[in-house]
């Protein structure tokens, strides 16, 4: 068996082009009401997070410029100094060291993708709090 492939950082790069959410690992968080999948790139990390109705998305800030976008649910969303009541198709950037955070409103999950860039090992040590549920492998 071959050595995995890794970029510049040392983390493992996801070798499948074409993937469907299903086929990856899902990490969870069940005080916060949190699930977190992720896929690494060369240079990026791709996420899709799922918040729980009611629960909270932390005020919390990193090294990587973050883009994001909400696929369905409502947060009531702060990045730095603008807060703002977002809902589907909305989306959000948060530059390296911007606090943002918000509050998941209403009775349906939120859901939303992150693009963080550059791919570095950070946020796997945030993962590798959580518990991981393997992926069913085809």
């Given at each position: 068996?071959?050595?995995?492939?890794?970029?510049?950082?040392?983390?493992?790069?996801?070798?499948?082009?074409?993937?469907?959410?299903?086929?990856?690992?899902t990490?969870?968080?069940?005080?916060?009401?949190?699930?977190?999948?992720?896929?690494?790139?060369?240079?990026?990390?791709?996420?899709?997070?799922?918040?729980?109705?009611?629960s909270?998305?932390?005020?919390?800030?990193?090294?990587?410029?973050?883009?994001?976008?909400?696929?369905?649910?409502?947060?009531?969303?702060?990045?730095?100094?603008?807060?703002?009541?977002i809902?589907?198709?909305?989306?959000?950037?948060?530059?390296?060291?911007?606090?943002h955070?918000g509050?998941?409103?209403g009775?349906?999950?939120?859901?939303?993708?992150?693009?963080?860039?550059?791919?570095?090992?950070?946020?796997l040590?945030?993962?590798?709090t959580?518990?991981?549920?393997?992926?069913?492998?085809?």
């Amino acid at each position: 068996m071959s050595e995995p492939l890794t970029n510049e950082h040392g983390v493992e790069i996801f070798t499948r082009r074409i993937f469907r959410w299903d086929e990856v690992d899902t990490v969870h968080w069940d005080d916060d009401g949190l699930n977190a999948q992720i896929v690494t790139g060369e240079h990026m990390h791709l996420i899709r997070a799922t918040y729980a109705p009611g629960s909270t998305y932390e005020m919390h800030s990193h090294p990587h410029e973050q883009f994001s976008l909400l696929l369905s649910g409502r947060i009531r969303l702060t990045v730095g100094e603008e807060s703002r009541e977002i809902g589907p198709g909305d989306g959000w950037y948060a530059p390296a060291g911007v606090p943002h955070g918000g509050e998941i409103l209403g009775e349906e999950e939120a859901v939303f993708i992150d693009v963080y860039s550059p791919a570095t090992r950070w946020i796997l040590g945030e993962l590798a709090t959580g518990r991981v549920t393997p992926a069913p492998h085809s």
